[in-house]
């Protein structure tokens, strides 16, 4: 069964900072791989997918990096701002076409 | 477009009770997905289908039925609300074809509370 980890749970930088969100997956046969963004009471955004054969996407201040062999993803937030403060979820699709979700890093961007 | 809407935002139910959940996409997506999240937790799919008429099992399906009559429409029942049932439910759409990113979209969710 594929289990995702999202470590760490929690992050507080100040404005400005360059930060790294980790994501870890158990099974490396997964067909993509996504993060979103959830603002409390809403629902989730998707900023990145990255496919299998990838090995990173980029959108604008955010890029993705995906190591499948060694069951890992990053996400890189560039010259943070008090607006990316969000959670942050990392999903795994396998073959089943389900995603498994990670608990979450919950950011937050101090002004 | 709308995109992916989800109809109440807020409900409260007694143990017991029944309700089904609206979810509706305008986007012509093949696939779409009811997933619930737990405070402090990653979402978990209730159940998902593939087209009209073609419905499967998520990781949590217990306690939960969904029908997809038309490709826009993907309600979920609750039969006999229970207190573990209290969650925030989100419905998702994609599409999904050979060489697709297969990007899912998510409505903004429904906050329900079982007493």
């Known amino acids: 069964k594929q289990e995702v980890t999202q470590i760490p749970a929690a992050l507080s930088v100040p404005e400005g900072e360059n930060l790294v969100l980790n994501c870890s997956f158990t099974?490396?046969?997964?067909?993509?791989l996504q993060w979103f963004r959830q603002d409390p009471g809403k629902g989730l955004t998707s900023l990145l997918l990255?496919?299998?054969?990838?090995r990173e996407q980029t959108s604008g201040r955010l890029n993705a990096s995906l190591d499948k062999s060694s069951g890992r993803s990053t996400l890189y937030i560039a010259a943070s701002q008090p607006g990316d403060s969000a959670t942050y979820l990392c999903?795994?699709?396998?073959?089943?076409?389900?995603?498994?979700f990670g608990s979450g890093t919950q950011l937050t961007v101090l002004p | 477009n709308a995109g992916v809407t989800q109809t109440p935002k807020f409900r409260i139910l007694k143990i017991g009770q029944s309700m089904t959940l609206q979810c509706t996409q305008d986007?012509?997506?093949?696939?779409m997905y009811w997933y619930r999240q737990d405070p402090g937790m990653g979402l978990k799919l209730i159940y998902y289908?593939?087209?009209?008429?073609?419905?499967d099992k998520g990781e949590v399906p217990n306690g939960y039925n969904v029908s997809r009559s038309t490709t826009e429409d993907f309600p979920l029942r609750l039969e006999l609300a229970a207190p573990s049932q209290t969650s925030v439910y989100f419905c998702?759409?994609?599409?999904?074809?050979?060489?697709?990113?297969?990007?899912?979209?998510f409505g903004p969710g429904t906050r329900l509370t079982v007493l």
């Open positions: 986007m012509n997506h093949n696939y």
């Open positions: 998702a759409s994609s599409y999904w074809t050979s060489g697709s990113t297969d990007t899912q979209y």
């Open positions: 999903a795994v699709r396998g073959s089943a076409r389900q995603l498994t």
């Open positions: 990255i496919q299998s054969s990838q």
């Open positions: 099974d490396s046969a997964i067909y993509n």
């Open positions: 289908s593939v087209g009209a008429g073609i419905t």
